[in-house]
């Protein structure tokens, strides 16, 4: 059984179709990013698995418990865009609540203060905090209750580089330990390698559900190939293998992924004329353009 299975999801707004038959699964242990265009209905459906919005039609389980229900509620962690906590209390006081209200030991809740990096401001009020320390304190209530499925709507925007990278160093701990994670982001090149599964939403349909390596297959996208000469001789280079003469030293060739291996053997060919080769398949940015462009352009 998935941990959380959306099961063709229509959501209404008068006569304007918000999610259009959206059908998606997360398995325990799987992190999957929820991408999509400003509008194309991501916190809509995240609002409805966490039962805070009804739905139009579908059906939606959280390890079997519908959506909503208290003991979905239960094994569901969920930090919102916009985290807002009490300003008076320090994070500390805040995480103790939060253990309260999960009936978890509040030692937990101090170990997880220093796990997020705050246990050196774990006294200070919350009024006081970054919006990256904020995020911390939102990301270790998350964690508190040990969820059988994050929600993490935006999790990173306002982090800096550092605390992002600390930040999926947890996401994966947690779903290390079995949770399945469901993760909506603008920022798509810190996913590529901190996700297991893409999902995109284009004006309220699902177009794309793969593994970013399946969904360079599927888009079949054009691969760059640069190429660093040993000596002076990439006008010769270009001759034989066309391309755009880049930096003096460097040419770069895009081909289509299944000419790739048959170009990079003619390159080999070439001997100690080359002396570096790049291949750059599609980035998920590229990916992402694509599939939320062709539903579009098919029209
Ligand atoms: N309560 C509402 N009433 C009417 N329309 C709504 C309501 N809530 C959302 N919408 C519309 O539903 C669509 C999807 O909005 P949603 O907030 O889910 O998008 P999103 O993908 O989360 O966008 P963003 O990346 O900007 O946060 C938008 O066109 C929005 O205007």
């Not at 229900?69 to 008076?88: C, D, N, Q, W």
């Not at 349909?205 to 002076?232: E, G, T």
Request: charge should be positive; include cysteine.
């Amino acid at each position: 059984m998935p941990a959380l299975k959306i099961d063709h999801i229509v959501k209404r707004h008068g006569t304007l179709e918000t999610l259009s038959d959206v059908s998606l699964s997360v398995e325990a242990g799987e992190r999957v990013a929820l991408l999509g265009h400003n509008g194309a209905g991501k916190t809509t459906l995240i609002k409805i698995v966490l039962g805070l919005m009804p739905k139009t039609a579908g059906e939606i389980e959280v390890l079997g418990h519908p959506a909503g229900s208290a003991a979905a509620r239960k094994i569901t962690g969920y930090l919102p865009e916009s985290v807002a906590f009490h300003g008076a209390l320090t994070g500390r006081e805040q995480l103790h609540h939060f253990a309260r209200l999960k009936s978890t030991p509040t030692k937990i809740a101090d170990d997880l203060l220093e796990r997020v990096g705050l246990a050196h401001a774990a006294d200070r009020k919350i009024r006081t905090y970054s919006k990256g320390m904020r995020q911390r304190i939102g990301l270790a209530q998350v964690v508190l209750g040990q969820p059988k499925l994050a929600i993490l709507d935006e999790p990173t925007s306002g982090l800096d580089p550092v605390s992002r990278h600390e930040f999926y160093d947890i996401v994966e701990e947690l779903a290390d330990q079995g949770a399945a994670v469901l993760l909506s982001s603008h920022a798509l090149t810190e996913l590529e390698l901190r996700t297991d599964r893409i999902a995109i939403l284009s004006k309220g349909q699902l177009v794309a559900n793969d593994s970013l390596q399946q969904l360079r297959a599927k888009a079949s996208l054009p691969i760059k190939i640069k190429i660093s000469a040993a000596r002076d001789d990439i006008d010769g280079m270009k001759e034989k293998l066309g391309g755009q003469r880049v930096n003096g030293q460097s040419l770069e060739l895009v081909c289509a992924p299944d000419k790739k291996m048959r170009l990079l053997s003619t390159i080999t060919g070439l001997g100690p004329a080359v002396k570096d080769v790049d291949v750059t398949p599609a980035s998920l940015e590229e990916l992402y353009r694509y599939f939320s462009t062709a539903k579009e352009s098919a029209k």
